[in-house]
């Protein structure tokens, strides 16, 4: 009898802990996957949804194993639980809070109000496929204890059939459902192409096309000298929200919708995908960054979006440690091979797409973005990268930390001397973020490499930017970009385009992030009607207009916990609080609200790069001008508050606090 309990026990684990992957890939991947899913994708894809499988089975034949376990040890204690009763037990323990999280879930993701048509209508069916599951799963269960073999294989046979022949099916839609790319261009002229690697968290003084000691960039450098590289690239703000959003958009924040994060573009800001899109344009958007998915609206214009990276997560619900999953991995290679997983889920997951995409489009003009995640922390590099500035180290503690959850994340940003790590943590730790920057560089350089293979690269317009910088104990913060100085503001800008730009220019002048949608409109030789707050930086490249101040914002008070935090000073909740940046020449004024008297920074960027002497005192009439300049700028805020509440997507409050930015 053990056996047929442990044996009866698993089967239900399986089919419930199979019904809950199901449900689960069917909310990340509607999600986060295009439905245009290309043939050279379809086949890493298809292999994470088998490995996806293969760790929810395992889990469902652990468990229900175990419970068959329990239910045996009980059964000579308790009489009543033997013949029927038992076979009817064992599946409503396994679906009971199964059901009771799925139904929690569907309800406050999808449904409306509880007693509305819609949603007494989604209940009812849920609750009608709920019971036709543990119906059969307890019936199954009952023939197979009574030993009628037969009729539970039958059953069960029966169940994996449809479930096989329904796989079959969605596979088949989603290729009949792709996009359908002409067989060639049809437009007129050759417009240029255009790719735009938004790299996450790169400083521009951590690439050696800046002058960084370290070798991080030998393929940026290239593009670099081939094109233009501007010294002084400014982002909207020091965090990724509002700054890809002003990118996409060529729109400040308080015109764009995102001013915190994570938060929805607004639908009435156009991006540069939709443009281009406009022009005839194919469009794709490959993103493995955090709240990069479509319902932030970054994926607007797009024809083909893959947030790929997120949905990965979701299968890791079944292993407690991301260990185990490397190991089940090494035992079941074939599922997805070891370079083309870690290209998937980490930052050059899009590489190998985007080219299957780029050969589907038939010679038609294109628009590609990489939203690309590295290095963001937690510093992962992959081999080789991750010994290329350091040796391994295996006693190595703050990632690891970090990656477990372990490293206290605002000590370790605001009180770093005082967490025990030490400053042999720091040095590697920044080993690590360059390993990740010359893997970017890497993965950059391939895609540039079969562009020029196909003979298309000088007809593309590449541009290289970031969101935001990193601070490594500058100004009292270690591995967070926050606040308005020049660590967490400054990115790099490289531009890439023969036949308009040339070759080897760098500009000195400051220049901002809103620039960039009318830099690539003028050099893809269209006009563009419709709000922008930058302007072409063609012209800068030229000499042909004088400079003119840049702005920034920093990020909105996220977390009474910083408060506690001397080095944190954001003062007052919402739009009031946040910290205002401008920039005009060598000179560069810092706006702090406080309640107790409002605080300003004044440096002279050019002779003081760390931002350590503040002029207010000793510069009192480029304080005066800059100040008026500020205040202007921040008066062109008329939306306040109006979007920092309104675009907090629902449960986006949990995923924050579970990557560390809530406490």
Not at 338 to 356: F, I, K, M, S
Not at 532 to 552: C, H, M, Q, T, W
Not at 556 to 574: C, F, K, Q, T
């Amino acid at each position: 009898m053990i056996r047929r309990n442990v044996i009866g026990g698993a089967f239900v684990g399986v089919v419930v802990m199979l019904a809950f992957w199901g449900l689960e890939w069917g909310h990340y991947g509607n999600r986060h996957f295009s439905w245009a899913l290309e043939p050279g994708f379809l086949r890493i894809h298809l292999g994470l949804t088998a490995y996806g499988m293969l760790l929810y089975t395992i889990a469902g034949v652990v468990l229900g194993a175990a419970a068959g376990l329990v239910l045996h040890a009980l059964l000579p204690f308790l009489p009543f639980l033997r013949g029927r009763v038992a076979s009817f037990l064992l599946p409503a323990a396994f679906l009971a809070p199964v059901c009771f999280h799925l139904l929690r879930f569907i309800n406050k993701k999808y449904l409306p109000k509880l007693l509305s048509l819609t949603s007494i209508a989604g209940n009812a069916a849920f609750g009608i496929g709920s019971l036709a599951l543990f119906l059969f799963l307890s019936f199954t269960l009952d023939s197979w204890r009574r030993g009628d073999s037969r009729l539970a294989a039958r059953m069960a046979g029966g169940v994996l059939g449809l479930a096989a022949t329904l796989s079959i099916v969605a596979v088949v839609f989603w290729q009949a459902t792709k996009p359908a790319f002409g067989d060639a261009w049809e437009g007129n002229g050759n417009p240029p192409n255009v790719v735009l690697f938004l790299i996450e968290t790169t400083r521009a003084d951590h690439l050696s096309c800046y002058g960084y000691e370290r070798e991080t960039s030998p393929r940026i450098d290239e593009i670099a000298a081939e094109g233009v590289l501007f010294e002084t690239f400014y982002v909207a703000a020091p965090f990724s929200g509002p700054s890809k959003a002003t990118l996409h958009t060529g729109l400040w924040p308080h015109n764009n919708g995102v001013r915190g994060m994570p938060q929805r573009i607004l639908p009435e800001a156009k991006t540069m995908a939709e443009f281009f899109r406009s022009q005839g344009y194919e469009t794709a958007g490959y993103a493995s960054g955090f709240f990069m998915g479509p319902e932030y609206n970054y994926h607007k214009g797009c024809r083909t979006y893959e947030a790929l990276g997120r949905p990965y997560d979701s299968f890791r619900f079944a292993t407690a440690l991301r260990g185990l999953e490397l190991r089940l991995h090494k035992l079941t290679p074939w599922y997805l091979p070891e370079q083309e997983r870690y290209e998937l889920v980490n930052a050059t997951h899009g590489v190998p797409r985007a080219l299957d995409w780029i050969d589907a489009t038939g010679g038609a003009p294109f628009f590609c973005l990489f939203e690309l995640n590295e290095p963001h922390t937690i510093y992962e590099p992959i081999p080789p990268f991750e010994t290329m500035f350091a040796p391994k180290k295996t006693d190595y503690t703050l990632m690891e930390d970090s990656r477990r959850n372990l490293a206290p994340r605002y000590e370790v940003v605001y009180n770093y001397p005082e967490t025990g790590y030490t400053e042999e943590d720091l040095e590697y730790s920044i080993a690590l973020y360059d390993g990740e920057i010359a893997w970017i560089d890497d993965a950059i350089g391939r895609f540039c490499d079969a562009l020029e293979e196909r003979g298309i690269l000088d007809n593309t317009i590449i541009v290289v930017t970031s969101d935001h910088g990193e601070n490594f104990g500058e100004h009292g913060t270690w591995f967070e970009h926050t606040q308005l100085y020049e660590q967490s503001l400054r990115v790099p800008m490289v531009i890439r385009y023969p036949a308009k730009l040339p070759a080897g220019k760098r500009v000195e002048s400051p220049v901002q992030a809103v620039d960039v949608f009318p830099t690539l409109v003028e050099l893809a030789g269209y006009e563009y009607d419709g709000p922008l707050d930058g302007v072409s930086l063609v012209r800068k490249v030229e000499n042909d207009i004088p400079d003119y101040p840049v702005f920034a914002e920093d990020n909105i008070l996220r977390d009474p916990a910083l408060l506690d935090y001397e080095n944190y000073r954001v003062y007052l909740p919402g739009v009031a609080g946040k910290w205002r940046m401008v920039r005009d020449g060598d000179y560069k004024l810092i706006y702090i609200p406080n309640p107790a008297g409002d605080e300003y920074e004044l440096f002279n960027v050019a002779q003081d790069p760390m931002e350590t002497t503040n002029l207010v005192r000793e510069e009192p009439e480029v304080f005066a001008r800059l100040k008026e300049t500020l205040h202007a700028w921040i008066a062109t805020d008329e939306r306040g508050d109006q979007d920092v509440d309104a675009g907090m997507i629902e449960g986006m409050r949990d995923q924050l606090r579970a990557l560390g930015y809530l406490q």
